[in-house]
């Protein structure tokens, strides 16, 4: 592993022992901020968080973080914290989304990805507003919203924390149940899936296949469209 990815790799994976030796949380995921609300996007890697955060912020969100989401409970509710790390996109999708004014130096890991500069929230951290998990589809033929049902979201989002392994080894089974089980509750999660290839990730999974700068263009915009309709739906109102 090259020197800057190894050391990337080792300070998140001690800040995230720090974060759990005091009982802290954090999921795989980005998160972007609409409307004074944090929104939370999850998924194993190759899903695609960091081109839909990026997709999003071309819409009108800001990044809030990006890989590692730390929340914590807090009055009844759930806090997401801001971290400073910088996205990391490929050059397919920094062409597609049209970011290449934000694109920099390039990560310098077998991933062939570039760090990308995003507008990034000016809070420090955020109420949680929703949180969507993301999966494929192959049969599908555009992407699909719908709500999970409590006991399947905490099941997910409990495959879906942060260096997992470290986690296990220093907080409570129990613990960790309880965590994902109030955070499936509150606020609601839902699941995005996309069609095989909605995004040019051409090195992110063996099925996905690369596709022209436009028609990825399209096929992302229209998922992140799908999602930006969820988050402002979660931050409407609401009314009896």
């Given at each position: 592993?090259?020197?800057?990815?190894?050391?990337?790799?080792?300070?998140?994976?001690?800040?995230?022992?720090?974060?759990?030796?005091?009982?802290?949380?954090?999921?795989?995921?980005?998160?972007?901020?609409?409307?004074?609300?944090?929104?939370?996007?999850?998924?194993?890697?190759?899903?695609?968080?960091?081109?839909?955060?990026?997709?999003?912020?071309?819409?009108?969100?800001?990044?809030?973080?990006?890989?590692?989401?730390?929340?914590?409970?807090?009055?009844?509710?759930?806090?997401?914290?801001?971290?400073?790390?910088?996205?990391?996109?490929?050059?397919?999708?920094?062409?597609?989304?049209?970011?290449?004014?934000?694109?920099?130096?390039?990560?310098?890991?077998?991933?062939?990805?570039?760090?990308?500069?995003?507008?990034?929230?000016?809070?420090?951290?955020?109420?949680?507003?929703?949180?969507?998990?993301?999966?494929?589809?192959?049969?599908?033929?555009a992407p699909t919203l719908a709500p999970l049902d409590p006991l399947t979201a905490a099941t997910l989002l409990l495959q879906r924390?942060?260096?997992?392994?470290?986690?296990?080894?220093?907080?409570?089974?129990?613990?960790?149940?309880?965590?994902?089980?109030?955070?499936?509750?509150?606020?609601?999660?839902?699941?995005?899936?996309?069609?095989?290839?909605?995004?040019?990730?051409?090195?992110?999974?063996?099925?996905?296949?690369?596709?022209?700068?436009?028609?990825?263009?399209?096929?992302?915009?229209?998922?992140?469209?799908?999602?930006?309709?969820?988050?402002?739906?979660?931050?409407?109102?609401?009314t009896a």
């Amino acid at each position: 592993m090259p020197l800057p990815a190894a050391v990337t790799y080792l300070l998140g994976t001690t800040l995230t022992a720090l974060l759990y030796q005091r009982g802290g949380m954090a999921l795989h995921g980005a998160a972007v901020a609409l409307d004074g609300r944090a929104h939370l996007l999850v998924g194993p890697s190759g899903r695609g968080k960091s081109t839909l955060s990026a997709a999003l912020c071309t819409l009108g969100c800001t990044l809030l973080c990006d890989d590692a989401a730390r929340v914590e409970p807090v009055d009844g509710g759930w806090m997401v914290f801001a971290d400073n790390r910088r996205t990391k996109l490929h050059d397919a999708t920094i062409s597609a989304l049209q970011l290449h004014h934000a694109a920099e130096d390039p990560v310098g890991d077998a991933s062939a990805k570039r760090f990308v500069s995003l507008p990034r929230a000016d809070a420090d951290v955020l109420p949680l507003g929703g949180i969507i998990t993301l999966a494929v589809d192959p049969s599908a033929t555009a992407p699909t919203l719908a709500p999970l049902d409590p006991l399947t979201a905490a099941t997910l989002l409990l495959q879906r924390i942060y260096r997992g392994q470290i986690h296990r080894a220093l907080i409570p089974g129990a613990r960790i149940a309880q965590w994902t089980a109030a955070l499936a509750h509150s606020p609601g999660v839902r699941r995005l899936a996309r069609p095989m290839a909605p995004a040019p990730l051409p090195a992110d999974t063996d099925t996905d296949t690369e596709m022209d700068p436009y028609t990825a263009r399209n096929s992302v915009l229209a998922t992140a469209r799908l999602a930006l309709g969820a988050l402002h739906s979660a931050c409407a109102p609401h009314t009896a």
